[in-house]
Structure formats: C-alpha cells, structure tokens
C-alpha cells in the first residue's frame, strides 16, 4: 500500500471541525459529534495502518519544515496511543449519547468540548515540536476541566477548579523547561534536540521542570491528591476519557522526553520507581477503603498509574514496552470500569458499593464488563494487563532487581480484592427489587472496550514490531 | 554588557513568586492571579534568552510568548468563570479541605 502521510493532519483536523460544528448545530449535536468520531477513528486508522506498513511519517505543515515550520511527526509509540485513542473514543461516544439524555442541557456543551479533547491527544501524540506540545498540553487540559465542570454541583466544580489549576502549573513547568532548553539548543524540534543534547545544568534544570510538570498532570503519588475528586465526580464517559486517556498523554510526553534525552545518573529514575511503588500499594489500599464505586475505580487509577513508573529504574527495553502495553491496556480496561459504572448510575442509581447487589440482575452485561475489565487491571492471562506485567516482571528479574517484582505481585494481589470486593457484593442475593437496566448500547459499549483490553493480550505479536526501534 | 540577564533573573523571580503565592493562598482569586504571575514570569524569561545581542533577536521566542499569552487568557478566563459558579454553589471562594470532597 502507498503511504499517505496526509492522514496525520486529518486525525487533528477532523474532531476539530467535528467540535466546530458541534458548537454551531446544537440541535443535531449528536449526529454531528457521532458522525465526526467515526470520521476521527478512521484518520487514526488510516495513520496506524500506514505507520505499520511503511515505519515512521513525518508531515510538514504548509510545506515548511523544521526546524523553521512545525513537523508533525507518527512512529509506532503514537500509533498505538491513537489506536488506544480512538477505541475509548468510539466507546465513550456510543455510551455518551444514552448517558447524557438524562441531562437535556448536556448534550450540547459534552460533544464539542470533547471533540476539542480529541483533537488536542491526536495533536499531542502526533507533535515533533516542543512547543507545540505546550498548546495541545492546555488544549487538552482546559477541555479536561470544563468537562469536569459539566456535572455541576459544588463538589464537581470544585473538583474542576483544583483539577485546572494543577494542570496550569503543570504545563507552566513544561513551558519554563522548553524555553531554557530552545535557549540551550537553538531548536524545538526534539529530535534536533535529542542531536544537540546539552550537559549538566543546561539539561538537569529544563529537564527537572518538565518531569515536575508532567507528573504533576499525570497525577503520580504524591501528586495526586486531585485525581480521585475529579475523576469520582465527573460524569462518567468524561471519568472514562480522563482516566484511560488524558493522564496517559502526560505519561506519554514523559516517556518521549526521556528517550529522547535521558538524563545522567540514575537518582531520579530510582526516585520515580519508588513513587510509582509507594502509589500502587497507596492507591491500591484507599481503593479497598472507599464506599463509592467510582471513587474505588478513580483509586485504582492511581495504583495502576504506580506501576508504570516501575519501567524508569529499570530502563531496559523489556521495561519500556511493558510499561508502554499496561498503560494501553490500562486505557481500555479503565475506560470499561467507568463506563460500567456508569451504567449503574444512569437511570437515578446510585454507586454505594453496598447496594450493588441490585444491580447484578438488572444488568448482567455491565458486571461481565466490569469482570472483564478487572481480569486486565489484576493482569491475569491472557489479558492485556497480563502482557504489559509479565514484560516488567521479566526486565525486573534479568536486572535482579527483585524489589519490584515484588511490588508488582503485591499489586496485583491488592487489585484483584477490591475488584472482587465490587463483584462480590453484586453476586448476593438482594431482597429489594432489581434495577432497572440501563440502556444495550451503554452496556455493550463498555463490555466491548473490556473485551477489547482482554483482546489486548492476544494483539501483543502484532504490536510489538511497532515499538521497534522507537524505545531505547 | 547587556540587560538580558536580568530580565531573566526578573523572569524567575516572577515565576518562583507565583509559585509560592499559588500553593499558599487560599482565596481562588489570588490563585488565578498567581498563576497569571508565573505566566508573565516564563514569557519574560523566553524573551530575554532569545535577545542574543544588540541588533540580534531571535523571532521564535516571541512568537512563542504571543501564543502563551492567547492561551493564558483562555485558561483565566476558564478559571474565573468557574470560580463564579463554585460560589454561587458553595457560597465560597476557597477550595474546600482535600479530605472533605474525597468520600
């Protein structure tokens, strides 16, 4: 097949006309928003399918190359997050048309703020530039917050005010690191830099803000003390797109920035690995701790977010493309969780984890999706979770770094008892009446995406050649 | 000798002052206006690395200041929208204690 590197424009293009119109059409904003998200996955599509054809593509905007215009540039590790992209995207548009009947005023403000949020991840998986990636860093966060906001309410909006002002400082971080490396390098383009790396200062400084920024909006323990308020209390498609995609952005950005310039020393690599095992056992536990379901699935993200960190102090290529298939895995089991849990409190329910014994016979498909959706988090075979663990857990024994098998094991122990935590109370018997289902398309949305995160395990032949050459 | 530096160190400044200001104070305002400080903080450090010499500057930075300016109004704009509607709704403009929206 001929390679068309025109599809990379049209992935950042298509929802950002789609949003455009959206705004413009709010009396067929569900059409519009429905029909550009098949047309956004089918750029995404069409940039993968070229990636694993013909290797890396690089598209010049306006013909203007770097290092005076501004390149966008695909390679493996961005197709696999566009794909992630577009499989939560197409789910969480389907589950979003049902979700928001509810809430007559919704619709309109949901579809083009989430358009905007497609467009800024397709942008920012797709961006060679630095500074570029500031812009898609806010776009995205500022779409993030205002869909936070949409479920009103005081603890909502406060949720939404904390959320958007740790992101301002976050990507403030990253805008102070790129001028004093463009100061240092003459350029913004980062493979041009990753040529022109600076030494000591000139790279420790710049390169500290950054991470700072980034694990500041990726939410890594200790940081992460405003993640589980906005996810819990998001609507939840808006919880299903923040969780699985909008924190994998910035864990994205960090990997590029750490294969691309990778610091001396191994102190702060060592600093991450303990973070991430201090967030997995952390998260894990306050997740066994909450009352709410979506709170207990807001936990769990920070616990699986733990666990990718664990790749930095061990820095092989096993390591990097485990972490890189767990957080891909993650995406789409998480997506499931929240969507199922929003299945649950679609029709008025309510998400107390005592109470969910009335909903197993209510809606079997959403427990199967939340089960499903639990098997990858806990990554037992042959799910995705499972690939992306057991690459760690191999790069962690071929270093003799034992520690972080154990925290991985451990981990996994912990996930799966708050995953059963949940199905166990559905399983009992009920003596009130049973809930009324909510809707087949919400239900088969996210028990597709958990199938999908299962289905993960078995794509792993087909998606590994993609990171060839691209991690270090 | 020429006055960049110090442009610079008045960038950092600014950007440390913010900072402080954006963690220690409470009212939402004050936030918003901390965050505006640092912004103002990272332009200024931009400009003055890209001012090579007399005669000499580089364009980039300012290009790049331009776009953080359109997007620094956005995001105020963003946050002090939702600081109205947080205290229409809670009656305050302070973020409440972590603890009490965590359960």
């Known amino acids: 097949m001929t390679v068309w590197p025109g599809a990379l424009p049209c992935c950042v293009a298509l929802p950002l006309a789609g949003a455009v119109l959206a705004f413009l059409l709010p009396r067929r904003v569900v059409a519009v928003g429905l029909c550009a998200a098949l047309a956004t996955a089918a750029g995404s599509a069409l940039v993968v399918a070229n990636v694993t054809a013909g290797g890396a593509l690089r598209y010049a905007i306006g013909g203007w190359g770097a290092p005076l215009g501004i390149e966008l540039a695909a390679d493996g590790l961005s197709a696999l997050m566009l794909a992630a992209t577009a499989a939560v995207g197409l789910a969480v548009s389907v589950h979003a048309r049902d979700y928001l009947l509810a809430a007559p005023a919704a619709p309109k403000a949901f579809w083009p703020l989430w358009l905007f949020l497609w467009s800024a991840l397709n942008a920012l998986f797709l961006s060679a530039d630095l500074f570029n990636v500031y812009v898609t860093l806010e776009l995205m966060g500022l779409s993030a917050v205002a869909l936070v906001a949409l479920a009103g309410g005081a603890a909502a909006l406060a949720a939404a005010m904390r959320y958007l002002l740790v992101s301002l400082l976050g990507s403030l971080g990253w805008l102070l690191g790129v001028s004093l490396l463009y100061h240092a390098t003459g350029t913004l383009d980062l493979e041009l830099m990753a040529a022109r790396a600076p030494h000591g200062l000139a790279l420790a400084v710049p390169f500290g803000a950054m991470t700072a920024g980034l694990l500041l909006k990726t939410g890594l323990f200790p940081f992460h003390a405003w993640l589980p308020p906005a996810h819990g209390s998001a609507p939840a498609p808006v919880s299903a797109l923040l969780s699985a995609l909008v924190i994998k952005a910035s864990f994205y950005l960090l990997l590029r920035l750490w294969f691309a310039l990778p610091p001396h020393g191994d102190g702060l690599a060592l600093l991450l690995g303990v973070l991430g095992a201090a967030a997995a056992l952390w998260g894990s536990v306050q997740a066994l701790r909450q009352r709410r379901l979506k709170l207990l699935v807001a936990y769990s993200t920070v616990a699986q977010l733990g666990y990718l960190f664990l790749a930095f102090p061990l820095g092989t290529e096993l390591a990097w493309r485990g972490a890189v298939y767990l957080a891909l895995s993650h995406a789409l089991a998480k997506g499931a969780m929240f969507l199922a849990a929003g299945c649950v409190t679609s029709r008025g329910g309510d998400d107390d984890i005592g109470r969910l014994d009335r909903v197993a016979q209510g809606m079997p498909l959403t427990l199967a999706a939340f089960a499903l959706a639990g098997i990858s988090l806990a990554g037992l075979p042959p799910s995705g979770g499972f690939v992306g663990k057991w690459l760690l857990l191999q790069a962690a024994f071929e270093q003799g770094q034992y520690q972080w098998a154990v925290v991985l094991l451990a981990g996994g122990l912990l996930t799966a008892a708050y995953v059963f935590r949940v199905i166990g109370h559905a399983f009992m018997q009920s003596p009130g009446a049973a809930v009324r289902g909510a809707p087949g398309t919400m239900q088969w949305a996210a028990l597709l995406l958990a199938f999908g995160a299962v289905a993960l395990g078995f794509l792993a032949p087909w998606a590994a050649p993609l990171l060839d050459g691209v991690v270090p | ?103």
């Open chain 2, 1 to 103: 000798m020429s006055s960049a530096p110090l442009y610079a160190a008045a960038g950092v400044a600014l950007f440390l002052i913010g900072l402080h200001a954006l963690v220690w104070q409470r009212h939402l305002v004050r936030k918003i206006i901390a965050v505006n400080v640092m912004g103002s903080g990272a332009s200024l450090l931009l400009v003055a690395l890209g001012h090579a010499g007399p005669g000499a500057t580089d364009p980039v930075p300012q290009a790049m200041v331009i776009t953080g300016i359109v997007v620094a109004v956005s995001a105020t704009g963003l946050a002090l929208s939702l600081t109205l509607r947080l205290a229409r709704a809670s009656g305050q403009v302070e973020l409440p204690r972590p603890r009490d929206d965590d359960r």
